[in-house]
């Protein structure tokens, strides 16, 4: 099975310690976000972990357990945008992110780490033009260290429009305008341009359309086939492999505008002063009378080799 650490929060970057806590002790407890009485342990073993999936905007944190955690097979997506502190607040500069990024490639190998530029928004200052320039200027820093960059544009959820109410969505014409500039700027580079979940409009263009976390991608990271249960994915036009996640809504203190993952400034302070970097929670703590559900986790690996 596949455990990840970045759907729902930024672990990587804010919780670093918490998780190598639970990789030292070998299990974590989740409580399931849309019922907070359902409570699930899944061990934290390499058995049966078949790769830990990180998503994050600052892997600084974590650079220094990359040689603990090579006991697991590992897939790391860093997001590295144009925005400053206007659109993310607490994100470290992209030239500190962009060394970071490379020192990760030097770490885990081109086939472990790839680079993700999203959501794409467009307003006053950035605009279209500014979008190609500075993807440019990051493709000739990124380019030899990751063979992908994913892109998306903003999506309008409900807690988007309530933190970023001046968002406006990116039209069929820019989308394609984006997806014409970044997949010739991405040939320049030797870096494909895949689309998350917007479906197939860009693929005329040379963007790879066909996901970003799939199986694919994990069987090229693992360096062998893969035999996954079929499950539905939380979007229909998403093909990606979204596995496990250990973490928890309303606690990434990036405090993006765009975030999704996010409700309101007030849920995240408070989440952050329940966390106990001892707790298998990654907030709060077992409450009397309530019930831990193992998870059913076997290996997905097919002990077949893989040329990938």
């Known amino acids: 099975m596949i455990i990840n650490t970045g759907m729902r929060t930024d672990i990587s970057a804010f919780y670093s310690e918490w998780f190598m806590n639970r990789i030292r002790e070998g ?3 989740v409580r399931n976000p849309y019922r907070q009485d359902w409570i699930t342990r899944y061990e934290l073993d390499p058995e049966v972990v ?7 905007k600052n892997p600084a944190p974590m650079l220094k357990h990359i040689d603990e955690l090579k006991r697991f097979h590992q897939y790391w997506f860093v997001t590295i945008t144009p925005y400053g502190n206007d659109v993310e607040p607490n994100v470290p500069p ?23 530029y999203d959501p794409i928004l467009i307003d006053s200052t950035y605009t279209l033009e500014r979008h190609i320039s500075d993807f ?49 700027i991405g040939k320049r580079y030797g870096i494909t341009i895949k689309a998350c979940a917007e479906g197939n409009d860009l693929a005329p263009y040379g963007v790879d359309c066909n996901g970003c ?40 203190g990036h405090l993006c505008k765009y975030c999704y993952a996010n409700y309101n400034r007030e849920n995240v ?13 990654l907030v709060g703590t077992l409450c009397e009378g309530e019930v831990i559900h193992k998870a059913e986790q076997v290996s997905w690996l097919n002990n077949q080799l893989s040329f990938f």
């Open 27 to 29: 299990y974590v407890l």
């Open 50 to 56: 078949d790769c830990i999936a990180f998503c994050t």
């Open 94 to 116: 992209k030239e500190q992110v962009m060394q970071d990024f490379i020192t990760l490639f030097q770490a885990a190998g081109i086939n472990c780490i790839g680079w993700r």
């Open 136 to 184: 440019d200027t990051m493709c000739k820093t990124l380019s030899g260290y990751t063979e992908v960059c994913v892109i998306s544009f903003i999506d309008l959820y409900e807690k988007v429009k309530w933190n970023f109410p001046q968002a406006r969505t990116v039209t069929p014409k820019e989308r394609i305008a984006f997806g014409k500039a970044f997949a010739e």
């Open 213 to 252: 976390m799939t199986q694919e991608t994990f069987e090229t990271a693992i360096g062998c086939s893969l035999d996954i249960p079929k499950k539905k994915s939380q979007r229909a036009e998403c093909s990606c492999v979204l596995g496990t996640d250990i973490g928890a809504y309303d606690t990434c």
């Open 269 to 281: 302070r408070r989440n952050i002063r329940q966390h106990d970097p001892k707790s298998p929670f």
